[in-house]
T-cell receptor
Framework: GALVYQYPRRTICKSGTSMRMECQAV??????VAWYRQSPQKTFELIAL?????????EQNFTQEKFPISHPNLSFSSMTVLNAYLEDRGLYLC????????????FGSGTRLTVL | GDSVTQKQGQVTLSEDDFLFINCTYS??????LFWYVQYPGQGPQLLLK?????NKGISRGFEATYDKGTTSFHLQKASVQESDSAVYFC????????????FGAGTRLKVIA
């Protein structure tokens, strides 16, 4: 079946530093990866949608300068939170979809970011 | 823009009770509708999806009918168990090919043994 792994599961960083999180699709080819941030206040915020061989589309309030994303192949994506501050706290979720069931997103367990 | 509304923030039931979680949506497209379930410490898991209006999705005892007339996709289960305690999210994705999901705010289900 389709599985998505995210690591690290949890990370703590000092304010102003950066951290990188990774997303691995297993059992299917992730033609598209969506990165979300989940917080109690805003539930799911779409950060960006990355499709292999296409430009990454960032949502309003999220920029490549702050959340650079790499999606080099059909099984892997990574995102970095640059210069993290308190408002960047939350659970970062990677949702991947393949060609077989193109409209379905399969999520990883997320990377929980704490900023001190 | 598109939206998904879940009126209930939290639902508390006893085991074997009937579950009903409200979900309505608004869109100008012909979306695919989903229910995702999120257990503590985990990411959302697909529970069921329905791509065509007036069809019903069934999974693990849960069911939801894509009602285009009332623009609703309520989740039901005849008899809940303590293990069903989780947060349930209703979501839609447009049929436009951009695969942009819109999620509801979520409904936390607590089932008491």
């Amino acid at each position: 079946g389709a599985l998505v792994y995210q690591y690290p599961r949890r990370t703590i960083c000092k304010s102003g530093t950066s951290m990188r999180m990774e997303c691995q699709a297993v059992g299917f080819q992730a033609t598209s990866v969506a990165w979300y941030r989940q917080s109690p206040q805003k539930t799911f915020e779409l950060i960006a949608l990355s499709t292999v061989n296409s430009a990454i589309k960032y949502e309003q309030n999220f920029t490549q300068e702050k959340f650079p994303i790499s999606h080099p192949n059909l099984s892997f994506s990574s995102m970095t939170v640059l210069n993290a501050y308190l408002e960047d706290r939350g659970l970062y979720l990677c949702g991947a979809r393949g060609q077989a069931s193109a409209e379905t997103l399969y999520f990883g367990s997320g990377t929980r970011l704490t900023v001190l | 823009g598109d939206s998904v509304t879940q009126k209930q923030g939290q639902v508390t039931l006893s085991e074997d009770d009937f579950l009903f979680i409200n979900c309505t949506y608004s869109t100008t497209t012909y979306p695919t509708l989903f229910w995702y379930v999120q257990y503590p410490g985990q990411g959302p898991q697909l529970l069921l999806k329905v791509t065509t209006a007036n069809n019903k999705g069934i999974s693990r005892g849960f069911e939801a009918t894509y009602d285009k007339g009332t623009t609703s996709f309520h989740l039901q289960k005849a008899s809940v168990q303590e293990s069903d305690s989780a947060v349930y999210f209703c979501a839609l994705v447009e049929d436009t090919g951009n695969y942009k999901y819109v999620f509801g705010a979520g409904t936390r289900l607590k089932v008491i043994a």
